[in-house]
């Protein structure tokens, strides 16, 4: 058993081989035999035919030479007549040593025989013509000689024609051997080009067989279904190649396994991990459709992951507030995480909604995740703490009024005159209890509007006139500090949608700060223009500067920059209320600088009163 494909090849070949070398004997073998009897036909019975004919003739002039002794010339009668007979003898020699046909042997014996007799009549004949004379010799030739003379011709004949009836038949054997060559070689041919036909086909078949199912199982490979098994149906190339093929799907599909059994580990762990977020979490994709909800979230809308899957979020969680924020972010693509909302189910909850991206591999967005991170506690202690400071600087208020109303009437003298050293003391008493002063009323402001509780009074109000409010007020402090305020505002400006006495705080307490900040000779410039529906305001000194790490910072309570001017220092409270405020009209608020440069604070107000958060008190 052959079990190569190369082995198996050569079979083939050699078969073909085979068939070819048999075809061209047999070819050979008819082409000999035809030429042979070709020979036969040409040779044999033809010089047969022509020493008969020789024979014939010589007979012929011997049968002249006996009339010729008998009426003419005795002597050339004899002479010709032993002149022919060796002519006749020559052929005869010739002719008997080439028998080929049945019966010419015979023939030639009796020839021969009578040829013999025929001799010794034409003796007998010199004998009666010398003893008897011409006529009985006539005589003689007529009764003897003439009858042996016709038998011998006839025979002489007979082989004529049994060597022509050989030529006839040898004629007949080369036209049947071409024809049985013809045949012998149609049904050779046609039996090398059937049996090489079918051996191709059938090798062909045989070893494309294998090649076609490696070539199908390796097209589904190619799609990513690893778990092929080819059958093995030869021992040869393919067959290893099989094999070797077989060896590495199941390897490939025991790295699926391992790497989809990995990844499903993982995927589980991460699920878990999720799902026990004690805070709720919901997954959408780029359509804003369900695609996870963790348990917290299950038990805080009274929802069940299963029903609402693939269902719109609003359609599932009717929270606009919180859909606004999330598709926000989804818009800007940006991380959120600074919202705190309030949902009312049964009782009050505060949310600080976190929504991250979900990124593919092209860092393309395709999901969201929403966290609510629960505040509610961290809120209720914010309001006690507020209350409770709201409480103080209530109580502080009644009693810092009297002792500085006191202090500025033992100050103007009322109350008698001071000597020197009262007077200093009381100034420090007084100026403290300004401060001390400032602070409650920041501290009460602020814990106003972070409680809510601060009535904001929404109108169309012309930002010309707040600027012109807030900048007439710090004119004389400028003046007297050589500081130079320029307003800039472009035309024809719309009205901005806000509370006319807060954004004049707003303004009242930058401007204050730049003028703290700046030395004689600096400039401060207000600007106010329109940029993508939005106003933009900027409150720009030349003054000290803020370090960057204090950029952020300085909006949160009590912050204040280290290393600065102690005399400036305010509570640290202003731009905290400044931010609550701008941020409590939908706005936004942040602050470049460099030190020794200058700083400048930006913010924006709405030209729309859709824009204007709603969730604080406010009054149109
Ligand atoms: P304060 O009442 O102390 O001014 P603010 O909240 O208004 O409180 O400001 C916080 C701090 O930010 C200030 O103490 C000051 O250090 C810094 N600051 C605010 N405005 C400016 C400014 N224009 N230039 C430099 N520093 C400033």
Not at 76 to 87: D, R, V
Not at 132 to 146: L, R, S, V
Not at 542 to 568: R, S
Request: hydrophobic residues 40%; contains cysteine.
């Amino acid at each position: 058993m052959i079990k190569t494909l190369k082995g198996k090849i050569s079979l083939l070949y050699i078969c073909l081989v085979v068939m070819i070398a048999i075809i061209g004997s047999a070819s050979v073998l008819n082409l000999y035999r035809l030429s042979k009897a070709i020979d036969g036909l040409m040779v044999d019975n033809y010089k047969s035919i022509n020493a008969i004919s020789y024979m014939l003739e010589a007979f012929e002039r011997q049968d002249s030479a006996a009339l010729i002794y008998i009426n003419v010339d005795a002597e050339k009668g004899i002479e010709l007549f032993n002149q022919n007979s060796n002519e006749f003898l020559k052929w005869y020699i010739a002719a008997s040593n080439n028998i080929t046909e049945p019966g010419e042997k015979e023939l030639f014996e009796d020839v021969n025989k009578d040829y013999v007799d025929y001799s010794m009549l034409f003796s007998k004949l010199q004998e009666i013509r010398n003893k008897e004379g011409a006529d009985q010799a006539a005589y003689f030739y007529d009764t003897a000689m003439m009858p042996e003379f016709v038998d011998i011709k006839s025979k002489l004949r007979e082989l004529t024609r049994l060597n022509e009836i050989g030529m006839f038949n040898a004629k007949n054997d080369a036209t049947r051997s071409t024809h049985d060559s013809m045949y012998i070689l149609f049904a050779l041919s046609a039996f090398a080009v059937s049996g090489g036909l079918i051996l191709s086909i059938h090798f062909t078949n045989r070893f494309m067989k294998p090649l076609d199912n490696l070539t199908k199982i390796v097209k589904t490979v190619k799609v990513g279904n690893w778990n092929q098994q080819i059958k093995i149906v030869s021992k040869d190339e393919i067959g290893d190649l099989s094999i070797e093929f077989n060896k590495m799907t199941k390897r490939l599909h025991q790295y699926e396994q391992s790497a989809l059994g990995k990844l499903m580990s993982e995927k589980n762990k991460s699920l878990a991990i999720v799902k026990s977020i004690p805070d709720p979490l919901i997954v959408l994709d780029t359509a804003y459709r369900i695609m996870l909800l963790n348990d917290t979230c299950e038990m805080f809308f009274g929802i069940k992951e299963e029903k609402v899957l693939k269902k719109h979020f609003l359609e599932v969680i009717r929270n606009e507030e919180i859909f606004k924020i999330m598709s926000n972010a989804f818009e800007d693509e940006v991380e959120m995480n600074d919202r705190i909302i309030k949902i009312e189910q049964n009782e009050e909850f505060y949310f600080n909604v976190i929504v991250t991206m979900i990124k593919d591999l092209e860092s393309k967005v395709s999901g969201i995740i929403i966290l609510l991170k629960d505040v509610t506690q961290l809120k209720q202690l914010e309001k006690a703490r507020t209350d409770f400071v709201s409480t103080i600087s209530h109580e502080f208020k009644t009693p810092l009024t009297s002792i500085m109303m006191g202090t500025s009437m033992i100050i103007d003298g009322s109350m008698g005159v001071l000597n020197e050293e009262q007077q200093d003391i009381l100034g420090t008493i007084k100026e403290d209890g300004e401060r001390l002063t400032r602070l409650v009323n920041d501290l009460l402001e602020l814990s106003r509007i972070e409680a809510g509780s601060s009535v904001f009074n929404i109108e169309p109000c012309s930002i010309d006139a707040i600027i012109d409010d807030s900048v007439k007020q710090f004119a004389i402090q400028a003046a007297h500090k050589n500081v130079s305020i320029h307003v800039r505002v472009e035309e024809m400006m719309p009205k901005v949608i806000v509370d006319y006495e807060k954004i004049t705080w707003v303004f009242n307490n930058l401007i204050s700060n730049a003028l703290k900040y700046t030395n004689s000779g600096d400039e401060i410039l207000i600007n106010a223009s329109i940029r993508n529906e939005k106003m933009y305001i900027l409150v720009k000194d030349t003054g000290v500067g803020i370090p960057e790490e204090f950029q952020e910072k300085i909006f949160d309570k009590y912050v204040q920059v280290k290393g600065q001017d102690l005399e400036a220092r305010g509570t640290g409270l202003g731009l905290a209320v400044v931010k609550e405020i701008i941020n409590t009209h939908g706005g936004e608020i942040w602050c470049e600088s460099e030190l020794d440069t200058g700083s400048t604070f930006t913010f924006t107000l709405p030209l729309n009163i859709s824009e204007v958060q709603s969730e604080k008190n406010f009054s149109y």
